[in-house]
């Protein structure tokens, strides 16, 4: 079983909807990171969180330390949100989730 | 984003001959990683640094080597390049370890080897 497990692995949607991307990890952990990597291949840092909740624009990412599960929620989507979403953990080093594939369809 | 730099963006090389990727950063982070992205496996950690001639191994270290001789630059090296070893590669640098302030990636190298 992987330490860093997310969910669902492709998601497609249309413009506008509310899009909810979960991950859960069984290890201890200091920090919880959420990634974007487009198409193009660059991987950018949207968040990095050891409680509660952080918002950044459309984006809200909440964990859940008790539970160990972690969620990125991005309101009203747009196709340039279409990118693969990556979770990773903190442990001694990153250990990473093996990515959400977001399509969003106008 | 210029704080990190990959060089070459794209390689194509045969198999046995060696091969340097080079890892750049203007940012004086202390950490340096170097990743590789394969389709189903996510990112994996190949090697990394804590400082000048300070490395480690990552969780699929063999066939590859590393060097940092300056705080800025982290060379990886394949000694003799494999087709398992095609993929993409990434950089990557944090201030620290486990990393409290987040990490900067590189646009990464792909690399072919036939």
């Known amino acids: 079983k992987n330490e860093v497990e997310q969910s669902p692995q492709n998601l497609t949607a249309q413009e506008g909807e509310f899009i909810t991307i979960n991950c859960s990890y069984s290890?201890?952990?200091?920090?919880l990171h959420w990634l974007q990597q487009h198409p193009g291949g660059g991987i950018v840092s949207l968040f990095m969180?050891?409680?509660?909740?952080k918002k950044h624009g459309r984006l809200i990412a909440t964990i859940n330390i008790q539970e160990k599960h972690s969620s990125l929620h991005i309101t009203a989507s747009h196709p340039r949100d279409s990118a693969v979403y990556i979770c990773a953990v903190t442990q001694y080093q990153l250990i990473w989730g093996a990515g959400t594939k977001l399509i969003i369809k106008p | 984003d210029a704080g990190i730099t990959q060089s070459p963006r794209h390689k194509v090389t045969e198999t046995g001959t060696p091969v340097t990727l080079r890892c750049h950063q203007t940012e004086n982070h202390r950490y340096m990683y170097w990743y590789r992205q394969d389709p189903g496996h996510g990112l994996r950690l190949i090697h990394y640094s804590y400082g000048v001639k300070d490395t480690d191994k990552g969780e699929v270290s063999d066939g590859y080597s590393v060097s940092r001789s300056k705080t800025e630059d982290f060379l990886l090296t394949l000694e003799s390049a494999t087709s398992s070893q095609t993929s993409v590669y990434f950089c990557?640098?944090?201030?620290?370890?486990?990393?409290?302030?987040?990490?900067?990636f590189g646009s990464g190298t792909r690399l072919t080897v036939v």
């Open positions: 990557a640098i944090s201030e620290q370890s486990p990393s409290e302030y987040g990490y900067t």
């Open positions: 290890v201890g952990i200091s920090a």
């Open positions: 969180l050891s409680s509660g909740k």
